[in-house]
């Protein structure tokens, strides 16, 4: 059956470290993959989007990777600050039907 | 900015009454979807519209209906609410669909909806 997995439902890191989040799917063939971020009470905004045949994509602190063959993406926060708590969200895009999304991962930042 | 507008914030309805969710997006957007969403199980696709008047079930459509007589409103009504409806209902809304260019999703801010 087509499952999206989420690493963990929950990360705690220290300010300025890197989280690291984990998005992984078994019998999708994505062609793209989304990242969202869910402050609590609120709805779902985008992040990024990367392509099938893009392996990296960053945008300030954030860096996505998408590895078709492992069926993973990965998604960087650097130098976290308490403001990046959240839960984040990836999704897919296949043909002809709306965003399937993961469960999602929240994010705590310590200072 | 796409703005996305969910009617009601919080809402507290009787079992079996019948419940109207309203939701208009202001992008001219083609494809409008119905999310709900609960702890520990993520968000559930309950209906989308691809087109005025067209619909498309998700995930989870029991119990749920939609309405789209305009591009930019739809509907979520509960013919009949029940207590496992209790949930955090999110509308949003896209430019394209699947696999096509503009497929992000610009959500609402939700519906709680609380059936007592």
């Known amino acids: 059956s087509q499952k999206i997995e989420q690493n963990s439902e929950a990360l705690n890191i220290q300010e300025g470290k890197t989280a690291t989040l984990t998005c992984n799917y078994t019998?999708?063939?994505?062609?793209?993959l989304q990242w969202y971020r869910q402050d609590p009470g609120r709805g779902p905004v985008f992040l990024l989007l990367?392509?099938?045949?893009?392996k990296e994509k960053r945008k300030e602190r954030l860096k996505v990777t998408f590895d078709t063959t492992l069926k993973q993406s990965l998604f960087h926060i650097t130098a976290s600050q308490p403001a990046d708590s959240a839960t984040y969200l990836c999704?897919?895009?296949?043909?002809?039907?709306?965003?399937?999304f993961g469960k999602g991962t929240t994010l705590s930042v310590s200072s | 900015d796409v703005k996305v507008t969910q009617s009601s914030r919080y809402l507290v309805k009787r079992t079996g009454e019948k419940v109207f969710l309203e939701c208009v997006q202001d992008?001219?957007?083609?494809?409008m979807f119905w999310y709900r969403q609960d702890p520990g199980l993520g968000l559930r696709l309950i209906y989308f519209?691809?087109?005025?008047?067209?619909?498309e079930k998700g995930d989870i459509p029991e119990g749920y209906s939609v309405s789209r007589e305009k591009k930019e409103r739809f509907s979520l009504i509960l013919e009949s609410a029940s207590t496992n409806q209790t949930s955090m209902y999110l509308c949003?809304?896209?430019?394209?669909?699947?696999?096509?260019?503009?497929?992000?999703?610009?959500f609402g801010e939700g519906s709680w909806l609380t059936v007592v």
């Open positions: 519209s691809y087109d005025v008047k067209m619909k």
């Open positions: 992008m001219d957007h083609e494809n």
């Open positions: 999704a897919l895009a296949q043909a002809g039907t709306a965003l399937i």
């Open positions: 990367i392509r099938e045949n893009e």
């Open positions: 019998n999708y063939s994505p062609a793209y």
């Open positions: 949003a809304s896209s430019l394209g669909l699947g696999t096509g260019t503009g497929n992000t999703i610009y």
